[in-house]
Each structure stands twice: as C-alpha cells, then as structure tokens.
C-alpha cells in the first residue's frame, strides 16, 4: 500500500483521503463538526505565521530585493490556487 514513507504516491493520497471522507459523509448534524472546524482555523492561523516567519527570514537574510513580486512561470498555477482557495471559503 505505501511502499515509502518518505514519498507516498498520488494514489496512495487519494486512498487515505477516501478513508477519511467516507465516514465523514454518513454525519447528519453540521454541529458536530464545530470541533474539526476550529482545529481547521488553528492549523489555518499556524500555517500564516510559520510562512510570515520564513518571509521574514529570507527578507531579513536577503533584503527586500530578493523577492519576486511576478513570476511568468507559475503565474497559472497561483490563479489556480486562488480560485480553489476562494470555491472553499
């Protein structure tokens, strides 16, 4: 099933999701899930000051210079980004 740790396949993903997301379709009451939404607003919190310290860091280290305001090349994959950020909010 996972044959590496270090680097599980995309369908090794999509087996954990769909053993996640299953059982959690069978619940009726939205209320119940106020517990898995607040610890989803932790992790959300967590993960925008953990990449503002790194930012800061590489701004610190680097100087302010050093940051690409425009990158051509993944420029599609930020809209992308975007979009699906914005379906699930």
Partial sequence: FLPSLAAPSLGAFCVLQVAVYAP?????????????NLAANF?????????SCF?????????PNA??????????LFIGTSAFVYEGS
């Fill in 24 to 36: 959690l379709c069978c619940v009726r009451k939205v209320q119940n899930f106020a517990i898995t």
């Fill in 43 to 51: 992790l959300i919190m967590y993960s925008l000051v953990v990449l």
């Fill in 55 to 63: 930012a800061s860091r590489r701004v610190i280290d680097n100087g």
């Fill in 67 to 76: 940051l690409a305001l425009f990158n051509p090349r993944q420029f599609y």
